[in-house]
């Protein structure tokens, strides 16, 4: 059940943009976007919570595909601070409640 | 501040080992989940429990068991330690819009 993330890694130079795919073969309500720098606990980004709505975030933004059951992640002019791994995660409606499934990771490096 | 709280950042245990790592969260969250994360594997579900004492399988459920006998605890217990557990585990307790993560655990099975 869990999501598959593209690419597995990517590498720009300051400045660069970059895309971010998400994609699961459940149906979605929510998607939420992480970012993990090393050694730490992985943060909020944003949520989307509604099929085809677009949320920004500074220069990362994303947006949310409910038929195709994908998201991106968008992240544009990127800087140094934007390097990590980037995790997306999807709420999965059950009869036990919310259950959250985190994707296979991108690990983005960003170089001056 | 919203916290999650994982005991040990580091723990070295042997093969065969009963271990138990624990997670409190002081947010009344009804949700606590257990994750393993490893490289080019992403963050993969062990476990997770949407009330005290009721819990359900993830993606990975086998050889650990997990305990919620409190609505602020969660614990993972690894039966008999192997080296394939050797991994970063992670527990998250999601509110309804976002999921709070603890520092993670380093577990090394020897």
């Known amino acids: 059940q869990q999501p598959v993330q593209s690419p597995q890694a990517v590498i720009l130079r300051e400045g660069e943009d970059a895309v971010i795919n998400c994609s699961s073969s459940?149906?979605?309500?929510?998607v939420h976007w992480y970012r993990q720098k090393h050694g730490e606990a992985p943060v909020f980004l944003m949520i989307l919570l509604k099929g085809g709505e677009q949320k920004g975030h500074e220069k990362i933004s994303a947006s949310f595909n409910e038929k195709k059951q994908q998201s991106s992640l968008y992240l544009t002019a990127s800087q140094l601070s934007y390097s990590g791994t980037y995790f997306c995660g999807q709420g999965v409606n059950s009869n036990t409640g919310n259950q959250f499934y985190f994707g296979t990771g991108t690990s983005l490096t960003v170089i001056p | 501040d919203v916290k999650v709280t994982q005991s040990s950042r580091y723990l070295v245990k042997r093969t065969g080992e009963k271990v138990f790592l624990e997670c409190v969260q002081d947010m009344d969250h009804e949700n606590m989940f257990w994750y393993r994360q490893d490289p080019g594997l992403g963050l993969r579900l062990i476990y997770f429990s949407y009330d005290v004492k009721m819990k359900e399988k993830g993606d990975i459920p086998e050889g650990y068991s997990v305990s919620r006998e409190k609505k602020e605890r969660f614990s993972l217990i690894l039966e008999s330690a192997s080296t394939n557990q050797t991994s970063m585990y992670l527990c998250?307790?999601?509110?309804?819009?976002?999921?709070?993560f603890g520092q993670g655990t380093r577990l090394t099975v020897v």
């Open positions: 459940k149906a979605l309500y929510s």
């Open positions: 998250a307790s999601p509110s309804g819009t976002e999921a709070f």
